[in-house]
């Protein structure tokens, strides 16, 4: 899995070479950014709203912006990561409300919401570990919906995927310190949330995800056969990041972002396909010169 945020990221093709080429209208160059980066702007993308089909939506809306916009690139001016994802990162900042941002943004709603579901101490479901599992990640990324989209991001880049502060600022278009200091208000305004109510945060809470999980079952919106959010088949985000994760931990150690990176680095749906049928078009053709 490529991570365009290593520093030991090494490619046959970089970034400015294929960009040379997509913009002369070489479809395959185009395909090879599609394909590197595609992955990055899901996770992000979903992530941020917890939905499957607005990440795909937001991931082409995304795509479009840089294929319309890629003959703006200056290498001089910045790496092509760096003007990619501040593409991302305008892009989920502006976006109208996607609808679990308008179900789930405030903490204590969200905590008291939890709490008043019945429990349920003994089942006999043969999938009850499996859907505790998927109830838990649905119930943490729920936590993290209720921070403001820039503090949610801001968690996502720098305590997520340990991007680096530096890298982070360039994105955010902020300070480095402006940076830390996001990121540090956003860690501890969700651990202080998550530590007053999450048992796998801190063992004196009772766990939530074991005796909750049925209600979820018997409304419809938890099924071992369709999960939403636990792909056992999936790379976790600390096997994606792991050479940042263990320089991030080594620093900046906290037990409770483990929770984060130990969930799904999602598969995306195949964008190269999406744009394949898009060149198809003799007008597409026409406008970019893609040969």
Known sequence: MHNPFSEQSVSKDSDRELVAAAIQGDGQALEKIILRHQAWIYNIAFKMIMDHDDACDITQEILIKTITNLSSYDSKKAAFRTWLYRVVVNH????????????????????????????????????????????????????????????????????????????????????????????????????????????????????????????????????????????????????VVEERVKQFSTQYYDPFLTHFQEQPFYEPPDMVKWLRDMIGHDDFKRMFNIQ
């Open 92 to 239: 989920v900042l502006s976006m109208k409300r996607k609808k679990f941002e308008r179900r789930i943004n405030d903490f204590d709603q969200y905590i008291n919401l939890i709490e008043k579901l019945p429990d349920h101490q003994q089942t006999n479901h043969p999938e009850a570990h499996f859907l505790a599992s998927e109830f838990k990640i649905g119930c943490m990324m729920g936590m993290l919906m209720c921070l403001n989209r820039s503090d949610r991001l801001t968690f996502l880049l720098g305590a997520v995927f340990s991007i680096k502060d530096t890298v982070g600022a360039e994105l955010m278009e902020i300070s480095r310190e402006n940076f830390r200091k996001k990121l540090s208000r956003a860690k501890q305004k969700l651990f202080t949330h998550m530590n007053s109510v999450c048992g796998h945060v801190n063992p004196e809470r009772k766990c939530l995800c074991k005796n909750k999980y049925k209600n979820f079952v018997e409304m419809g919106m938890l099924d071992g056969d369709n999960t939403r959010y636990l792909k056992p088949d999936t790379m976790v985000v600390k096997e």
